[in-house]
């Protein structure tokens, strides 16, 4: 799986947009981008994934280069629920062998939402 | 509709005692996962499973055993518990053709 970089820190006033960048310079055609987060003390949370074309749910819109080679995260109006540790993620979908459903959970970006 | 629910929440274990974590997942998911999380480290995959009655390692199977009798059920245990398994454990599940995991809250383990 593809190796992504993210800001370690960034920080949001309540109610604006929360924009997360990543890095992934070498992402493969076949490989997606994951967006997990972690809020203190509970379990990694999905958020949105997607190949090549932008993707939006009810939680975040997922913006990725045409080249692919990074994405952004959006949160549209942030919380202060939202404070998190955000994890970008590339990886194969439908991986086998002994990669078979690993996810790579590198250092992350904490994202602090102020009042 | 629970997701993925995970027991006990915490423990506190004296070295060499045995355990046994319990994850159950009521999304009729095909895939299990177990990871652990250290501070520093992220998420380093234990064991996982692909289906009802099969069982595989991940990076760090060492010191852990696993089973999957049922399909909502991934178990796993430590048979002698040591200092350097203190962590905090994750449960995960995925859908056999997605690969979006769904977590659980989690299981802090101390082991004295």
């Known amino acids: 799986d593809a190796k992504t970089t993210q800001p370690p820190s960034m920080d949001c006033a309540e109610g604006r947009a929360a924009n997360l960048p990543c890095n992934h310079s070498t992402i493969s055609g076949n490989e997606y981008v994951y967006w997990y987060r972690q809020i203190h003390s509970q379990g990694p949370q999905y958020i949105i994934h997607g190949l090549k074309n932008n993707e939006t749910n009810e939680m975040a819109s997922l913006i990725i280069t045409e080249d692919r080679k990074s994405s952004t995260l959006i949160l549209p109006h942030a919380t202060l629920r939202d404070t998190a540790v955000y994890y970008c993620i590339v990886r194969v979908a439908n991986a086998g062998g002994t990669s078979y459903g690993k996810l790579t959970f590198g250092q992350g970006t904490i994202l602090t939402v102020h009042p | 509709n629970a997701g993925v629910t995970q027991t006990p929440k915490f423990r506190v274990l004296k070295t060499g005692q045995s355990m046994t974590l319990l994850c159950a997942q009521d999304?009729?998911?095909?895939?299990m996962y177990w990871y652990r999380q250290d501070p520093g480290m992220g998420l380093r995959l234990i064991h996982y499973?692909?289906?009802?009655?099969?069982?595989a390692k991940g990076e760090v199977p060492d010191g852990y055993n696993v089973s999957r009798l049922k399909k909502q059920n991934f178990l796993l245990g430590l048979e002698s518990a040591a200092p350097s398994q203190t962590s905090v454990y994750f449960c995960?599940?995925?859908?056999?053709?997605?690969?979006?995991?769904?977590f659980g809250p989690g299981t802090r383990l101390l082991v004295l």
């Open positions: 999304m009729n998911h095909e895939y």
């Open positions: 995960a599940s995925s859908v056999g053709h997605e690969e979006t995991q769904y």
């Open positions: 499973s692909v289906g009802e009655g099969t069982t």
